[in-house]
């Protein structure tokens, strides 16, 4: 047996080439088991180590997994996945990998929690943040959905006479309100301007739940009141601290920069006007980066044309051109 094994082995030396291939080295590492191996040195061209060797690397090659996408049954992590959990973790800092891993499967994305901590990890995210509570820059923004605040803009005119007109902005929205304009700001005027602007706001007023106002002698206590009776609270602003109302603050220069530095305004009605119509372009059409560069009245962005220029570019002036408006002519 053992001879005749030696006599196949010696043939297919002579029938192979001298650079052995893949085949050459299984039948020889298969023969050599029906051989004694001190007779190894004598049939096989090679050294005894070397019939070990070849018989390991087809064995190694099975069971290889390193050059393979995914072990079976474990299918790739999908792209949009991979971009979907770094967009929750973002806007969710308070999430953990876990809480993404649920919001994924809500919306039919079954993916491990250890995919998203990976995926996470190598975003460079923490896929355990911290739970100490938000930034101070998070804090204002969570809470601006119940805000609105107050202020009032002075107007001088053309005989150099001051009005004062009473503004309100809703935080969330940045929606703008002239509440009304003035000569004289007494006590029972803001308080009637209240009163209207509760009648305006409508069933919005309920989703508000607190008025950011100055230490202002025009904001009697009835002023306080009427928002108290659609249970809003008033919060008063410290002495000397602007920033307590830096959106307030921040519409009153907007106003100016804008619009009352650029026109002379005549008298109360003038004023009114003047105010109204910039508040139409500015909760219409005006871009505010608070909101993704959507104006307050707007939810979505207008779907783009696939050709814009080959459009008309339509301008409407408002104010007398002080104020521009551009959009495509359908």
């Known amino acids: 047996m053992a001879k005749d094994v030696e006599l196949l082995v010696l043939r297919r030396q002579l ?3 001298v650079r052995y291939e893949p085949t050459d080295r299984l039948w020889f590492a298969a023969l050599s088991s029906l051989i ?24 190694t090659r099975k069971w290889d997994y390193s050059k393979r996408r995914s072990r079976p049954g474990s ?3 999908a792209s949009a996945v991979k971009a979907l959990v770094p967009q929750l973790a973002q806007q969710n800092p308070r999430w953990g990998c876990r809480r993404i891993q649920g919001e994924l499967a809500r919306l039919g994305h079954p993916v491990g929690s250890t995919t998203v901590w990976e995926i996470l990890a190598a975003a460079g995210i923490d896929p355990a943040p911290r739970r100490s ?3 101070w820059r998070e804090f204002p923004t969570a809470q601006a959905e119940g805000i609105v605040a107050c202020d009032f803009v002075p107007i001088d005119l053309a005989d150099l006479r001051r009005l004062y007109a009473l503004v309100f902005l809703e935080h969330s929205t940045r929606r703008l309100h002239i509440a009304g304009v003035t000569a004289h ?19 919005r007023v309920d989703s508000l739940r607190f008025l ?12 306080d009141a009427v928002f108290a009776a659609d249970g809003i609270k008033a919060v008063w602003t410290a002495l000397r601290t602007p920033r307590m109302n830096a959106h307030g603050e921040r519409v009153v220069e907007t106003l100016r920069r804008e619009v009352l530095d650029h026109l002379l305004i005549w008298n109360e009605t ?4 003047v105010l109204d119509s910039y508040a139409g372009h500015d909760n219409g059409h005006r871009p505010h980066q608070a909101r993704g560069q959507l104006p307050p009245l707007a939810q979505v962005h207008p779907t783009p044309m696939v050709t814009p220029f080959a459009h008309r570019l339509l301008r409407t002036r408002i104010l ?3 104020i521009n408006e551009y959009r495509y002519a359908a």
């Open 320 to 322: 007398g051109s002080v």
């Open 36 to 59: 004694p191996r001190r007779r190894w040195a004598q049939v096989f061209p090679v050294t005894p180590a070397t019939l070990p060797a070849w018989h390991r690397r087809p064995i």
């Open 15 to 17: 029938t192979s080439p």
């Open 75 to 77: 299918p790739a992590t």
């Open 185 to 203: 700001p007494a006590g029972s005027w803001t308080v009637q301007q209240a009163r209207n602007l509760s009648v305006e706001l409508g069933i």
């Open 133 to 135: 509570g938000p930034t």
């Open 270 to 273: 003038h004023a009114r006007q």
């Open 212 to 223: 950011v106002r100055d230490r202002d002698a025009q904001h009697p206590d009835s002023f």
